[in-house]
Every structure is written in structure tokens, then in C-alpha cells.
């Protein structure tokens, strides 16, 4: 596959929070890259550090949260030795976000316009009117219906569909390179949530930006994404093209994963839906050697000592085990 | 005190309705809150307006025959001890008294406003600071101070009496807006805010202040009132509003010695002082009724 060139590189990053219990590492030593134009797809189920990630490539950890290590770079600076007034300036100009929960993400006091235009105003050195008119362009690009009208309501006026395609009008008001939405289709009806994603492809394609596309939902990734990270205790295990992973998933954790999706297979034959065993671990008490271990069957003593490194085993095809899983799923869909 | 529960966004006559707009719906149908506006209007009304339909002026002294007349239709409120007209210096005092009282509570509310928005927005070390400070504030025994203040702070009159209450009177003002700013800074719109760039100070002034008025109107309204009566308390003990500028405290204080003979110079001023305190008091839990979160989920 043709690769633009890098826009986001994060290199070994380290992201923990220091809480009264003890050092929760959400961010472990992530890597990955996101090519110009690309969707990059990071999957995992909840506490794996996705969201954890998306907030330290924006530089918005909170307190106990820090940034201990490694590098975010993007067109080629790192972001984490930026100071708050050059990220600021970097923030929903050249990088912008969508949230999970389209009911509480907009300020209720502010009519959406109103909202709208600040993301614009914020950046960009031009007047209330010319704001005024691209905000309406921008309401009418991400298919709001008469965008002169919508312009002065309230954000409790709107359906949760609509926030959030208002919510991506304000991460598109100063087209930025990477978009980054994390579970931002989760909290839809799932009719909307396909209006949402069809929304956001068509987009993409427009604008040419890349998208790191965060989700726990498998079937969404295969839809959006050209590249899947798999996120599993603050680590990247699997990280592939979407046609490797989902024809050759190699990752024990990946393949249960996959596994665990009701397929038209289970439907017939009747079987239980095989699940992973056991529980994610708890960020207080992380096992010895591969975080996976105590859930995979094919652990080995080496598994129980060692944490594996992610190796390319395959050409573009990165797995973090000592024993990839060989067997060819049956393709989805 | 029935309130209908109507849900903010709800559709009434073909018309959105927003917040504020059923928080005065709400507010109509409080009759002791609308009562005690309606006073308060005429209170106010009447201290601007008073003083120039009054034939006599707040200093302006009667002959020796003048001292301490009872209310008559030369006076419709007596006389005090100089001679003055009663009813005249009550709409002076109303000015003053009121000056003191609202713009006080202003002072103490940009105070407490700006120390607990910082303190709860930024939190850790300098929420730390701020707050243990105005625990501290907290913890001195305000009127002693407040007379070795009055006295230390040089210059005399409304001004000096503004800024004393002031001093003393944001902390609760800062605790509220803390609690505020704690969970409503927690809000995905706030973060969504920090997400495309907007600046600290401008999360903090625009987009979360907005969010937590509803607590400080009602904290000023029930604030004025008391600070109506702090006033007093201080010109009671000489200390506040210095004559002859006349203020409802220092009438109060003035009249003390005479109350036996004259009575109507107790009765003017405490009444008109009871009165507005009571309506302030009224009106604050009026709107508390009307703004409370909990009838807008």
C-alpha cells in the first residue's frame, strides 16, 4: 500500500498517574505512526490507555496524570517539549477532537453557532462576519439541515446526531492534518452512529487529513480504518494493515478479540460464543512478563518472565508475543 | 410555593424556552418573591426620587420650636433631635444604606469570584493555598476587626465601609464559585473547549462562570440584605457611615438615647431597614426556588 509521508509519531510513550494507591501506568510504552491521510484505528477495551493516548498526543493530561516518557512527534516536532501557549495554538487548528458523549461536549449557555465560531475566532485573525459565514458553510458541510436557523439554537435544541455533527464542524473549523476521535459514534443509536462515520469518511476524503479513529468496536474499525493498532495495558500488542489483521490476526489477545464477534459461523452451528478468559488485570498489580499471560492459552514459562518486544514478523505486521498465532481466520464480511 | 417542573428545551406555545426564561416563569409565580420585589422597587424608587419632592434637606436644621416634633403634616415622619425632617434623612440613609449594601456585596462577590474560580479551576497546590487563606479569613472574629479597620483605614465615610465589608465578606462568595468550578470544570464541554485551543483564562470567564450564576445571584440577593444590617451594625457602634451624612445605622444609633421620648425615631429607620432586609431575604429564596438545578433535569 502507497504511504504518505509521517504526520504523527509516537515514539515509546509513557503516560502515568500517580494516585494514592500507587502508580498506574494507563500509557506504557505506546508506539505508533499515522501517515498524511491515513485512518489509523486503535482498539481496545476500556482502560487499555486509548483515551489516555489521545489526551497526551493533545499535551490535556490532568493531574495526578504525567507524561514520564517518549516522544510525540508530529510534522516533525515533539509535542510533549512544547510550551501550553505553543500547544494551544496547536490544538483545533492543526490537531482536533471529538468526544464520546455528544450531549454534554457542547457549553449549554452558548447557542452552537456561537461555539462554533470561537473554534474559528480562537485561531484564525478574521472578522465576526466572515466567521459567521464559514460557521454556517461548516454547519451545511457536515449536513446540518438550514444551517441559518440551527445557527442560533441552543445546544439543547439539537438531537444527539446533530451535536455531534456540530461537534465535527468545530474539529473541521480550521482543517486540521489529524482529527482525533475518540468513541465518537459509542453513544448514538446505531443508525446515526452510520450516518456519523459515513459523514466522517466523506470528509476525510474532502479534506485529505488523517484520522486516528478510537474505538472498542471492532466492526467499526474494518469500516473506517486503513491500519489497526491493538491496545491491550497501556501497550500496543498487534499493528497492521486492516486486511492483516482481521484475515491473520497473530496476537493471541487479537485473535480472541475477533473471536469473540458473533459471526454468521456461530449462528449455525450453534456453539457457544468463545470469550477470552479472565479479566483485564489490575492496573495496581500488572502480572510478570506478558500482561497477556494469565489469559492466554498459549503461555509458556518464557511468557510468564519476559515481556516480548513488538517485532515485525511479517512486512508491515508488528506483534508483541513470543508465540504468534499461525492460523488463518476466515475473512469478515 | 408549587412549582410546575417544566424541563429546559421543552416546546411551550411553539416557543423553545431557554434557562433564564423559565428560571423568571418560575420566579412570577413565587408570590412572597414578587411581593418583596414589587417592595423593593419601591424602596429604591423611592430613595432616588424622594430626597427632590421633599421641601426640606437632609442637613437643613429647624428653629429651636422644630426639635423632636412628633409626625405631623409638616413632618410626615417627625423631627430628630436637630430638628431635621425625619422623612428626608430616611431617603438619604436609603441611598446610602443601600449604596453600601449593593456595592459591597460587588466588591466581595469580584473577590470571591476571582479567588474561587482560580482556587477551583487550576486546583492542586494553588487551590491549596487559597482555600487554607480564606479559612484562615474565615477564622478571624470579624467585628473587632472590623473596628480596628474602620479606624485604621484612613478616610471616613461609605467608601471606607464598602471596602471593610468587602474584606470580610468573600469567602463564602469563594467557596461557592470553588464548588462550582471543582465539578463543573470536570464537564466534557470544557474539555471539549481546551481541545480546539481556547485559552485558561477564557474557559474560566466564558464558559464556566456562565454555567455557575445561578448560585451567585442568589448568594448576592441574600447578601445584600446582610449587608444592609452589617452596616448598620457598624454605624450603631460608630464606626460605619459618619454623620451628618445619614445612613439607616447611624439614625438607628442616633435615636438611641431619645427612644422614651421620641419612639418615631427608632420606629423610621429600624422599619425601613426591617423591611428591605426581610424583602432581600424573600426575593434571595424566591429565586433559589426558581434557579434550583434539580427541577431542570
Avoid at chain 1, 161 to 187: F, K, W, Y
Avoid at chain 2, 138 to 148: Q, T
Avoid at chain 2, 226 to 233: C, D, R, S, V
Wanted: with cysteine; hydrophobic share 45%; glycine share 8%.
Amino acid at each position: 500500500m502507497e504511504r504518505g509521508e509521517v504526520l504523527l509519531d509516537v515514539r515509546d510513550l509513557k503516560t502515568y498517574f500517580f494516585t494514592d494507591d500507587g502508580v498506574v501506568k494507563a500509557v506504557d510504552g505506546m508506539s505508533f505512526t499515522i501517515h498524511k491521510g491515513e485512518v489509523l484505528g486503535l482498539v481496545g477495551e476500556s482502560g487499555c490507555g486509548k483515551s489516555v493516548a489521545s489526551m497526551s498526543i493533545m499535551q490535556l493530561v490532568d493531574v495526578p496524570g504525567k507524561i514520564v516518557g517518549g516522544e510525540v512527534i508530529f510534522k516533525g516536532e515533539d509535542l510533549v517539549k512544547k510550551t501550553p501557549e505553543q500547544m494551544r495554538k496547536i490544538r483545533g487548528a492543526e490537531i482536533s477532537m471529538i468526544f464520546q458523549e455528544p450531549m454534554t461536549s457542547l457549553n449549554p449557555v452558548y447557542t452552537v453557532g456561537n461555539q462554533i465560531m470561537e473554534a474559528i475566532l480562537v485561531h484564525q485573525d478574521v472578522s465576526e462576519e466572515e466567521a459567521k459565514k464559514r460557521t454556517i458553510e461548516l454547519l451545511r458541510l457536515v449536513g446540518i439541515p438550514e444551517p441559518e436557523r440551527r445557527f442560533n439554537q441552543y445546544p439543547h435544541e439539537l438531537s444527539g446526531g446533530m451535536r455531534q455533527r456540530v461537534m465535527i464542524a468545530m474539529a473541521m473549523s480550521c482543517n486540521p492534518d489529524l482529527l482525533i476521535s475518540d468513541e465518537a459514534t459509542t453513544a448514538l443509536d446505531v443508525t446515526i452512529q452510520a450516518q456519523i462515520l459515513e459523514l466522517m469518511k466523506d470528509l476525510q476524503k474532502k479534506t485529505g487529513m488523517a484520522i486516528l479513529f478510537i474505538t472498542h468496536d471492532l466492526a467499526l474499525v474494518a469500516e473506517m480504518a486503513n491500519s489497526i493498532a491493538v491496545a491491550y495495558t497501556g501497550k500496543i500488542v498487534e499493528y497492521s494493515d486492516v486486511y492483516s489483521i482481521f484475515k491473520r490476526p497473530r496476537h493471541p489477545y487479537t485473535y480472541g478479540l475477533l473471536n469473540s464477534v458473533p459471526s454468521l459461523k456461530t449462528e449455525k452451528t450453534k456453539t457457544p460464543l468463545p470469550a477470552i478468559e479472565g479479566m483485564v488485570p489490575s492496573p495496581y498489580r500488572m502480572p510478570n512478563g506478558c500482561h497477556f499471560n494469565p489469559r492466554c492459552p498459549f503461555a509458556t514459562e518464557r511468557c510468564r518472565k519476559e515481556m516480548p518486544e513488538l517485532a515485525e514478523i511479517e512486512p508491515g505486521h508488528l506483534v508483541r508475543c513470543f508465540h504468534p498465532v499461525s492460523v488463518e481466520k476466515e475473512a469478515y464480511a | 410555593m408549587a412549582v410546575e417542573v417544566t424541563k429546559v428545551g421543552e416546546v411551550a406555545g411553539g416557543r423553545v424556552e431557554t434557562y433564564w426564561y423559565l428560571v423568571g416563569k418560575r420566579l412570577r409565580k413565587h408570590k412572597l418573591a414578587m411581593l418583596s420585589l414589587f417592595v423593593l422597587i419601591l424602596i429604591i424608587l423611592a430613595c432616588i426620587v424622594g430626597p427632590y419632592l421633599s421641601p426640606y434637606h437632609m442637613a437643613e436644621l429647624g428653629s429651636t420650636g422644630e426639635v423632636m416634633q412628633p409626625p405631623s403634616h409638616a413632618h410626615l415622619l417627625g423631627t430628630d433631635e436637630l430638628g431635621r425632617d425625619v422623612l428626608t434623612r430616611l431617603f438619604y440613609g436609603g441611598r446610602i444604606s443601600l449604596l453600601v449594601g449593593f456595592s459591597s456585596v460587588f466588591s466581595a462577590l469580584v473577590v470571591g469570584i476571582i479567588i474561587g474560580a482560580y482556587a477551583g479551576y487550576y486546583g492542586g497546590i494553588l487551590d491549596t493555598l487559597l482555600m487554607r487563606f480564606t479559612d484562615i479569613m474565615f477564622s478571624i472574629p470579624v467585628m473587632p476587626l472590623l473596628i480596628v479597620l474602620s479606624r485604621v483605614i484612613p478616610g471616613s465615610g461609605v467608601w471606607k465601609i464598602v471596602v471593610v465589608i468587602a474584606i470580610f465578606g468573600w469567602m463564602t462568595d469563594a467557596r461557592i464559585i470553588r464548588g462550582m468550578f471543582l465539578s463543573l470544570r470536570e464537564n466534557e464541554y470544557v474539555e471539549a473547549a481546551r481541545a480546539i485551543g481556547v485559552s485558561n483564562n477564557r474557559i474560566i470567564w466564558r464558559h464556566i462562570l456562565p454555567n455557575s450564576l445561578a448560585p451567585i445571584i442568589v448568594s448576592a440577593t441574600l447578601g445584600v440584605g446582610g449587608n444592609i444590617i452589617y452596616e448598620a451594625a457598624l454605624s450603631y457602634l460608630g464606626f460605619g457611615v459618619m454623620p451628618p451624612t445619614p445612613s439607616w445605622g447611624n439614625m438607628l444609633q442616633n435615636a438611641e438615647y431619645a427612644m422614651a421620648i421620641a419612639p418615631w425615631l427608632v420606629w423610621s429607620p429600624g422599619l425601613a431597614m426591617f423591611i428591605t432586609v426581610l424583602a432581600f431575604n424573600y426575593l434571595g429564596d424566591g429565586l433559589r426556588d426558581a434557579m434550583d438545578p434539580r427541577l431542570y433535569r
